[in-house]
């Protein structure tokens, strides 16, 4: 089993930026797809970004190049760096580990983190 624990979620204005973390123990080691999905009020869960065992990144389209995932195997940890952050990106996010890197994000995902909440202000 898998614990995923997320933070770095913040109140922020339009236009900043910042750095969710996910704490992964014990953090998966091969065949694995590791991810960012976010879900606004009202709105149901989306992708935001996944990476894989051997590094391939996906993004959403609708991020135009302002997150970027990584992690640190050596830290056991998975992030995603936000910048110029919009209202739009008001949500809580979520970590997960999963199996496949898809168009966006993770699918036959296994573990999710209880969430981060990001609040962006106009």
């Known amino acids: 089993e898998v614990q995923l624990v997320e933070s770095g979620g913040d109140s922020v204005q339009t236009g900043g930026s910042l750095r969710l973390s996910c704490a992964a123990s014990p953090y998966p080691t091969r065949n694995y797809c590791m991810a960012w999905f976010r879900q606004a009020p009202g709105k149901e869960r989306e992708g935001v970004a996944g990476?894989?065992?051997?590094?391939?990144?996906v993004y959403a389209d609708s991020l135009q190049g302002r997150f970027t995932i990584s992690e640190d195997k050596a830290k056991n940890t998975l992030y995603l760096e936000m910048n110029n952050l919009k209202p739009d990106d008001t949500a809580k996010y979520y970590c997960a580990a999963g199996k496949v890197l898809v168009e966006v994000g993770c699918a036959r995902v296994n573990y999710w983190g209880q969430g981060t909440q990001v609040t962006v202000s106009a």
């Open positions: 990476i894989n065992a051997n590094g391939i990144t």
